[in-house]
């Protein structure tokens, strides 16, 4: 299974960007896709995630409000749109694919697969 994420670019405070996460090489529907970010000299957190199952989405609660993540499995993507940014949100982005139990979907050691990452740099 492959991720390939992309979106990311430098913008300013209040913008928006839209980041793709594109899989192949698996069943994409039957995959849960989460968006994690690092930050320099931060751990990777977690943003948002999409379940397979239901579609339930699960954000942090710092993106709540501004972004949305969803999925067109005919296309074999996820989506997450960011709104409203801000300088906190700078980060290189990463999605990953897996089938983690609902408890955790927030943690990156569930998740199997993971894409090589897309930079979104927001300046005030």
């Known amino acids: 299974v492959q991720l390939q994420a992309s979106g990311g670019g430098s913008v300013q405070a209040g913008d928006s960007l839209r980041l793709s996460c594109v899989v192949s090489?698996?069943?994409?529907?039957?995959?849960?896709i989460g968006w994690f970010r690092q930050a320099p000299g931060k751990d990777r957190e977690f943003v948002a995630a999409i379940k397979w199952s239901d579609l339930s989405r699960t954000y942090t609660d710092s993106v709540k409000g501004r972004f949305t993540i969803s999925r067109n499995n005919a296309k074999n993507t996820v989506y997450l749109q960011m709104n409203n940014l801000s300088p906190e949100d700078t980060a290189v982005y990463y999605c990953g694919a897996g089938r983690p139990i609902t408890t955790r979907m927030m943690l990156s050691p569930a998740y199997d697969y993971w894409g090589q990452g897309t930079l979104v740099t927001v300046s005030s």
């Open positions: 090489g698996g069943t994409f529907s039957s995959y849960s």
